[in-house]
Structures are given as C-alpha cells and as structure tokens.
C-alpha cells in the first residue's frame, strides 16, 4: 500500500481538499475577527487547530491632489541631426495647475498587503504652430489603474515599515501637433518600480484622536521611469465598531521619463493634497 501511494503521488482531490480548507479557514478567521469585535465568537475555529491565519484589514483612500507641472521636454530624435528639444511648458504652454482625484484600496493580512490605486493624469496645452494662426494641442495622459503588493518588515501598534513592488495597468502617452508637422506621439511603456513605506501611528491618543504620518517612495525597475516621493500627515478620529477615519494632508512629486524610437519624454509634477482615508 506504502508503494502504491508513492508511485501515484498525490491526486488531485487532495489538492482541492487542501485549498479549499485554506480558503474556508482564511474566511472563518476574518469572521471571527469581526465577531470578537461585536463580541460574538466563532464556534467553528474550534475544530480548525492547525489553521492560524492573520485577522485581516484594509484600507481605503480619497485624495484630491491639486497637481502642477513643474517643467519637462520632449526630444525629438532626428536622422543625421542632432535632437530637437522642446519645453513643455515654454513651447507647448502646458502650465495649468488642475484637481485630480485619486483613489486606493488596501487589504492586509499579517505583514503581507495588496493594494489597488486609480490615479488620473492629464496635462493639456494649447498654442500656435509656428507661422499658423490655426491652434493645435498637446498631451500627456498618464491615468489607470495600478497594482501593488507590500511585505512589513516591522509592524507594531498601527505603525509599519516595509518594501513595495508596484505595476501600471497603463502606459503614458504624449502627442503633439504644436512643433512637429503632422503631429507628433511619444508613447512609453507600462511601468514597474520597487519602493518603501513607512507609516507612523502613535499610542498616545488625545480625546480619542492621535497623529499619524505616512512616508512612501518608489523609484523605476522595468520599463517607464518613475520615481515617485509622497509625504502626508493628518490625524485619527476614536475608533468605532467597524473602523477609524483619518484626515491628512501632505505633498507628492512625481518624476516621469519614457522613450520609444522616435522620441523621449521628460516630465515633472506634484503639488499638496487632502485625504480622507479609512481603516478597517
């Protein structure tokens, strides 16, 4: 019997059996989380011993960011020329600070989190072709949706340190008919970077509210060049049976270079924001 089990391996109705009381254990565990906060227990973690798994959290995000480009250039690679470089703010008068509004959501369980980010960018500026009295347009759209993955290496009372790896479900775009004689697009590819956050909560409350502070920075891996700094600080309102609310205001800046075979981008922008966020 001994060798037939070894010649036939493991089938693969153990295999689901095995998933299958992973995943039942994971959602007995999150119920039983919420339970003891409502003070109910789970009476069926009893007869799950061998299953320990982290009571899981999250949070999520919305942040209006008043965002400013703050320089960059498109250069124009040019056969047996030297490059044509153009300011973006000089050359194609895209200097007009907006409001976008961004928004993310965070699962945690233990030291590992997930997270899911809808950031939109789109810089727009208008002027004349040279020798024209027709205006045209340029662009740079830089919006979607971006995927992320945490490990802590610290966690204790709320605050945690740690490393991220992010990917953008999108790549940027700049197109321009302003200089370049029958348009012009410079298109970049999707972007991966590795970062590190930091996050502070202190213990100490002051009529049920205390500081917290954020730190996060991301610099490029693969693709499009990112390099991205945000900094926010703000305060914890008293926690209730299903979460806290948080306001914070802080600054990010955002560094964005990409390239393909005819062109190259370089482009700068940040400003301040406010965020309401929630944790659960």
Known sequence: MAARLKTEGISPRVVTRVMLSVLLGMFLSAGNAHAQVLGF???????????????????????????????????????????????????????????????????????????IHYEPRAFLGVSRYPGETIKSSARLE????????????FRRNGSRVGIDLDYDLYHPVFTEGIRTSGGKIVEGEAAMTLGVHADYNPAWLYYGMNPIFDVYFRWPMLGTQITDLRIAAGVSFPELVLGTWALKIGYRKTNLDFRDSSGRLEATFGGVFAELAYYY
């Open 142 to 153: 830089y919006s979607g949706v971006r995927l992320g993955g945490d490990i802590d290496l």
């Open 41 to 115: 227990g789970n009476p069926i973690s009893p007869y799950l011993p061998f299953v320990y798994l982290p009571t899981l959290q999250g949070e999520v995000r919305a942040t209006a960011l008043y965002v400013d480009l703050d320089g960059g250039k498109e250069i124009v690679y040019r056969t047996y020329e030297p490059p044509q470089v153009w300011g973006l703010k000089d050359d194609f008068n895209m200097a007009k600070p907006m409001i976008v509004f961004d928004t993310m959501v965070r699962l945690t369980a233990g030291p590992f989190s997930c997270r």
